[in-house]
Nanobody
Framework: QLQLVESGGGLVQPGGSLRLSCVASGSTLKGYAMAWFRQTPGTEREVVSCISYSGEDIYYGDSVKSRFTISKDTSKMTVYLQMNSLQPEDTAVYYC????????????????????WGKGTLVAVSS
């Protein structure tokens, strides 16, 4: 099972950008789908983006398409989420997650019981 640690969150003004990082340890990334989720108090965790192990399959939630970009550097065991044109509604705790069984298609379709989760990093968008 992977251990995941997120970083890169913070306070940013509307229209600004942040890049989140998720460093994995404890195993290789071979076969793992890697995803970013976000959650605000009182709401369900929302999947933001997912990237397959091969990197060929990439998905985004409707609310972040064209603004967010997921990528990964397997040699650094790191997954990134570049977030541009941030808006107040993007304010949330962002979590990195990984699963070796579920595909990105399944994760984006609602199978959110991934096997490994980070503790999250807070992104606050406010003027």
């Amino acid at each position: 099972q992977l251990q995941l640690v997120e970083s890169g969150g913070g306070l940013v003004q509307p229209g600004g950008s942040l890049r989140l990082s998720c460093v994995a340890s404890g195993s290789t990334l071979k076969g793992y789908a890697m995803a970013w989720f976000r959650q605000t108090p009182g709401t369900e965790r929302e999947v933001v983006s997912c990237i397959s192990y091969s990197g060929e399959d990439i998905y985004y939630g409707d609310s972040v398409k064209s603004r967010f970009t997921i990528s990964k550097d397997t040699s650094k065991m790191t997954v990134y989420l570049q977030m541009n044109s941030l808006q107040p509604e993007d304010t949330a705790v962002y979590y990195c997650a990984a699963d070796v069984v579920r595909s990105c298609w399944a994760i984006m379709g609602g199978q959110h019981g991934l096997e490994s989760w980070g503790k999250g990093t807070l992104v606050a968008v406010s003027s």
